[in-house]
């Protein structure tokens, strides 16, 4: 179901139905329960109605909207006159379920008094207080009663149940609430009004049973902090005599916080200088009428009396406050905390500092291989608190530099994540900023349980991301794999968890159902007086998966390398808010082929963006109440808006179209510097009376304007073409020659100069015409071999179509190369900003043997992992190696390799032709040699039956050598054992 209805009342029972429906329509939700909601009528509007059921009979709320996120308070009021014990206020707060597009309705009561509740009027003084909600009532009538009440002698006149204000005795605390919590504008197309309209509140003091009392009214905003009104008690009509003798007094209304409880105070107060933040007087309205208190009782005439009575005395004591004080009172004492008793010695203050030079987290996929590597730096902690919590405690928490590396094989881009730097500094430098700020400061233990934060402050700074596809999908079924390893609900191995996650259809169970609707139940309620997350921009790049070669993607594994191919292919999917591929799909008609071309060439064209500029914005919340799950509803809705607003960016900045979002950002700054430099040079040239610098800034701003405008428009079009080539290789329907492409095109570097290009350039165009030529005997001859006859003349169409596609790659990517060429030497090595310059903050994690184990990790074997993909022996696992100095012998699972000092490989044994590893000596003109000798069976390697590693005069260096090849070559020998 979309909606469930959740009690969390312990003492009531709620019914809940569609407004506008008949009372037969309603759901009973017992204290605790949890049930699914269904709409009676589709004809009528979409609101909800609750009231509580039990001994008391009480009206249904308004109907409020149970599609809008927010926490509302409901009104409800009792059909029996005169019953205290009656409910007054329910709190119904909304909020989607996670993984999902339902939404939970939890109800609750609210104290009477307001203590906790989201709403409270507090009346200090000593007269009444109407307080209704704005457009309900606009004249109530004469007698009417209210429950608020706490004298008999007031309560006497008032027997009517039938009015929607609340009377607020002098000194009482009082819950408010809506009584009509929805309201659409009466003009079509009008909009339903926002929460600050419904909280528009209409006070006056007390009695409203004249036409005068009406006029009295005044108009305030519950949710505007700070907010005040004035009303004047010499305009009561029973105080016509007393009109001179009160007209410096006051009684001001203040709305503060009490944490999560917006409060709306009145006290006496003495007219004072004008305030400099005028207070607000709205909704006024000062129509004249006579002034007759004919329809007043007696009674209510002596209460009123009794309240000016009071009020002067004070006034002639100085005891009332000036307005400036009254306000400074009401904030100063907002949020106090919980009211008791504490032993001073016994609230200890603790202050915490901590510095950390940095953390290196892997992230190690299933299966298994590091996928990323997180790196933080320079980590700053600072908290100060009290251990009884009486007072404000406070947290900041400073990250000066955040990385993550990507480490999957033929990463596009090394590094994914680093902080925004304009001049592609490999660190963060001294005098920048640090990456993230984050300021907390906690109000005293406040008695709802609410945690109340007075600030929230985050300062983010701009971040570089450069990320594939490939990268995504395994990041998300990492974390994936995460989630359900740590959760309660699978309680068997990783494997068959995730196979019972993701493959088992859903539960539909009472028992699943009524889980999910008890989402959020006993969730920590959050009150932020203010938080504030402040704007930054995102330097977004993104490129297409790289191909993996035949040995990375035999130690990626089967199931990982079909991940790069899928995507690689362009079968990519989009379900439920994240990213997977559908692995395994051939294409086995022609209609098959040409949409997995065009499905290619699309998928290519919108996944290689170079750097688009992302402009989130900033959040600022007040006086916000919510638990986690709103917060992060509210943020990703935020952000999500953002990403909207910046999808012109993106569209500019990808490589299909040349980037020219960056073009013209280059264009920009090239006549920026065009213009500035000068201004500078001159600005210096006069302060030090040398024309010299007048010279370089007009030579600084001309070679800036020719760097961008020539550079920027060599790379446009170098994008352009490079597009253009690598849809032709698509078309080609040739995947070997793609992936050699591929290959080729991931070896060359993007700085080199106009020569270089041109030389390159020219190699590719006399390629693209051989792999055309060759690929007309090639393409039959192999498609024979596979499928015969049949084989055999799709080969000869691939052939042919090959012999007019590649040489126009080979020409494109001239074309291509040549451009890269121009701009890197117009450029002149100048390291681009973002991730570009940006070096990995360690190589890949080595893993051991052929169950790839997992140890601490060493930079050592990291690099000897690397080199061994080198060699020969690439796509074994590792195992071991040892360093001697001007060679490195290279152990795998199968082989021993050794390298000189360019890497090239001297010696390359595998281990089946091992017979014995012995370490023999040798004597020279003065010192013995030890070597380590490989004996060899059945087999002649350079006319010898054995291999010899020279080991120097050191003895323990052999024997070292010796035991880390019997470890191989005895791991080798289990493996044949039990393979």
């Known amino acids: 179901p979309r909606y469930f209805l959740r009690n969390d009342s312990s003492m009531h029972t709620f019914e809940v139905k569609q407004a506008g429906q008949p009372d037969e329509t309603a759901t009973r939700v017992p204290p605790g329960g949890v049930i699914p909601f269904y709409w009676s009528d589709s004809r009528f509007p979409e609101l909800v109605a609750v009231r509580p059921f039990g001994d008391i009979d009480y009206k249904w ?425 740590f959760s309660s609900k699978l309680d068997c191995d990783v494997a068959s968890g995730l196979l019972k996650h993701y493959l088992t259809p859903p539960d539909l169970s009472k028992a699943s159902l009524l889980e999910a609707g008890r989402y959020g139940k006993g969730s920590v309620n959050m009150y932020f007086e203010g938080l504030t997350i402040l704007p930054f921009n995102v330097n977004l790049s993104v490129a297409p998966a790289r191909v993996l070669s035949p040995a990375q993607a035999l130690l990626e594994g089967a199931e990982t390398a079909a991940i790069h191919t899928a995507v690689r292919r362009g079968d990519v999917l989009f379900a439920d808010g994240s990213l997977g591929v559908k692995v395994g799909r051939k294409n086995r008609t022609p209609i098959a082929v040409v949409r997995g071309v065009l499905k290619s060439i699309v998928v290519d064209a919108l996944l290689r963006c170079n750097g688009a500029s992302l402009n989130l914005g900033g959040v600022v919340l007040r006086n916000h109440v919510s638990n986690g799950q709103q917060l992060k509803t509210y943020l990703a809705a935020h952000y999500l808006s953002a990403l909207r607003t910046n999808v012109p960016a993106l569209l500019g900045s990808l490589s299909a179209f040349g980037n020219p979002a960056g073009l013209i950002k280059g264009l920009g700054d090239g006549v ?86 041109v030389e390159s350039g020219v190699a590719n165009l006399i390629q693209g015409v051989v792999e055309g030529v060759t690929g007309v005997v090639r393409a039959p001859l192999r498609g024979a071999e596979r499928s015969g006859v049949k084989g055999f003349a799709k080969g000869v169409g691939k052939g042919l179509l090959g012999l007019l596609v590649k040489p126009l790659v080979g020409l494109t990517d001239a074309a291509t190369d040549v451009m890269i060429g121009v701009k890197g030497s117009v450029d002149g090595g100048k390291v681009q900003g973002g991730v570009h310059g940006v070096q990995q903050t360690r190589p890949r994690r080595a893993l051991y043997g052929n169950y790839k184990k997992i140890s601490e990790y060493s930079f050592a074997d990291a690099a000897a992992a690397t080199l061994l993909l080198r060699t020969h022996a690439a796509g074994e696992p590792y195992l071991d190696h040892f360093d001697m100095n001007d060679r490195v012998v290279l152990i795998s699972t199968q082989h021993i390799v050794m390298l000189g000092p360019a890497g090239q490989e001297l010696l390359h044994v595998h281990f089946r032709e091992v017979q014995s590893i012995d370490l023999v000596p040798s004597r020279g003109e003065n010192l013995v040699q030890w070597s380590v000798s490989i004996g060899l069976v059945g087999t002649i390697i350079e006319n010898k039956r054995w291999q010899l590693i020279a080991c120097g005069e050191d003895r323990s260096v052999g024997e070292t050598l010796v035991e880390k090849i019997e470890r191989g070559r005895a791991l080798f020998e289990s493996q044949l054992l039990d393979p």
């Open 61 to 485: 709320s308004g109907g409020f909207d149970i599609a809008t996120i927010n926490s509302i308070p409901l009104r409800v009021r009792s059909k029996q006159a005169l019953n205290r014990s009656a409910l007054s206020s329910v709190k119904a707060v909304t909020e989607l379920r996670p993984r999902s597009s339902g939404v939970n309705i939890s109800l609750t009561e609210e104290d009477f008094y307001g203590n906790g509740a989201l709403f409270q009027i507090e009346n200090l003084s000593p007269f009444q207080i109407w307080v209704v909600q704005d457009g309900i009532l606009a004249n109530p009538a004469p007698h009417s009663y209210n429950r608020g009440t706490t004298s008999e002698s007031s309560i006497a006149p008032f027997k009517s149940p039938e009015v929607d204000g609340d009377l607020i005795e002098p000194n009482t605390k009082r819950v408010f609430a809506l009584d009509v919590p929805y309201r659409q504008g009466k003009y079509v197309g009008r909009k339903a009004a926002s929460l600050s309209e419904l909280f528009r509140t209409r006070v006056s003091l007390a009695p409203l049973s004249t036409r005068i009392g009406i006029e009295r009214m005044k108009v305030v905003c519950l949710t505007n902090i700070g907010e005040t009104v004035r009303l004047n008690p010499s305009k009561l009509p029973a105080l016509s005599d007393k009109k001179d003798k009160l007209n410096d007094v006051r009684v001001l209304g203040v709305i503060s916080t009490d944490g999560p409880t917006h409060v709306l105070q009145f006290r006496l107060i003495t007219k004072d200088q004008p305030s400099i933040v005028p207070s607000v007087d709205s909704s006024t309205t000062e129509a004249k009428h006579s002034t007759s208190d004919e329809s007043e009782s007696g009674v209510l005439r002596q209460m009123v009396l009794r309240a000016a009575h009071a009020t002067l005395i004070k006034r002639d004591g100085n005891e009332l406050p000036t307005e400036t004080q009254a306000r400074r009172d009401a904030f100063y004492n907002s949020m106090g905390g919980t009211k008791r008793a504490v032993d001073l010695y016994s609230d200890i203050r603790i202050s915490f500092k901590a510095s950390f030079d940095g953390f290196i987290v892997s992230l190690v996929d299933s299966a298994p291989s590091e996928i990323a590597v997180l790196s933080l730096k320079r980590i700053d902690i600072a908290a100060n608190w009290t251990t009884l919590r009486t007072t404000d405690a406070s947290v900041i928490l400073s990250v000066e530099w955040l990385q993550i590396d990507n480490h999957i094989p033929n990463a596009p881009f090394p590094v994914a994540v680093c902080p925004e730097s304009g001049n592609g500094e490999s660190a963060n430098g001294s005098g920048e900023d640090p990456l993230l700020m984050l300021g907390l400061l906690f109000a005293p233990q406040h008695q709802t349980g609410f945690i109340c934060l007075r600030s929230v402050t985050v300062a983010p700074r701009n971040l570089a991301v450069a990320v594939d596809l490939a990268f995504i999908v395994r990041l998300q079924r990492l974390f994936s794999g995460f989630q359900a390893s």
């Open 672 to 757: 920026s510097d065009f213009v500035t430099e000068p201004a500078k040079g001159l600005k210096r040239s006069v302060e030090e009376l040398d024309p010299v610098h007048v010279v370089d800034g007009v030579a600084r701003g001309t070679g800036s304007l020719a760097r961008h405008t020539v550079g920027g428009i060599a790379d446009s079009a170098s994008m352009l073409t490079e597009t253009f080539s690598k849809n032709l290789a698509v078309l080609a329907l040739d995947r070997r020659y793609a992936q050699k492409r591929d290959m080729a095109r991931r070896e060359l570097q993007d700085d080199f100069t106009f020569v270089e290009g």
